[in-house]
């Protein structure tokens, strides 16, 4: 890769210059790309203008955190300081909010319907795991008959999660459950899984 010493007139220097596009980084060089030629008749796909459409709302959703949310803007600088001095906030939000977190394991070996059985959920994430639960459901009626809940603190944020969840409620005798569990992310997407307990 080449390199230079601008003129100190030039070194923050960014933007669109004579069909080239120069970009400051985190940490502090400047990137210069030729301006992608666009093709003024190329037609999109379905699966192109849904994508285009997906990255509008994650843009927006940053915009919206970064003016309006300092709850949520809070708990994203969180993760750009554990990711290091190259990470950027727009992208660790635009990131989170195009892709859900995902569920890898639902464990109910150790739960049998009693107080205190137990039910372990993997959940996994791009940025971190905000939530999980896991809600008990009567197979006949759908009714719940309880639902548990991980919620780590900040500190504890990370993009993987093996909760283990401790029942409260015991399950009639003879009734069978399903257990859904379901992952979220800061972004408020979300996971489900069902498993038969």
């Given amino acids: 890769m080449a390199s230079t010493n601008l003129n100190p007139a030039l070194r923050d220097l960014s ?5 080239y596009v ?6 502090g060089s400047t990137q210069v790309a030729k301006v992608p030629r666009r093709d003024p008749d190329r037609q999109f796909s379905a699966a192109q203008l849904a994508h285009r459409e997906h990255f509008k709302e994650a843009v927006a959703y940053s915009r919206h ?21 190259m990470s950027r906030l727009r992208a660790i ?6 892709k859900p977190p995902t569920i890898t394991t639902v464990d109910v070996s150790q739960y049998h319907g009693a107080v ?10 791009n940025m971190a795991v905000a939530r999980v639960t896991a809600t008990i459901r009567d197979q006949a009626n759908a009714q719940v008959i309880e639902t548990l809940e991980y919620v ?3 500190d504890e944020l990370a993009e993987t999660v093996l ?20 992952a979220y992310d800061l972004a408020g997407n979300k996971c ?5 307990a």
């Fill in 65 to 85: 955190v970064i003016q309006e949310d300092p709850t949520a803007l809070a708990l994203y600088k969180h993760l750009q300081v554990k990711r290091g001095p």
């Fill in 192 to 196: 489900q899984v069902t498993q038969p």
């Fill in 116 to 125: 205190g059985d137990v039910i372990a959920i993997k959940a996994e994430d």
């Fill in 93 to 98: 939000i635009i990131g989170d909010k195009l």
């Fill in 163 to 182: 909760c283990v969840l401790k029942a409260r409620t015991a399950v009639p005798a003879g009734h069978s459950v399903l257990v859904e569990a379901d």
């Fill in 15 to 19: 933007g669109n210059l004579s069909g």
């Fill in 152 to 154: 780590p603190a900040v």
């Fill in 22 to 27: 120069f970009r400051i980084q985190a940490d």
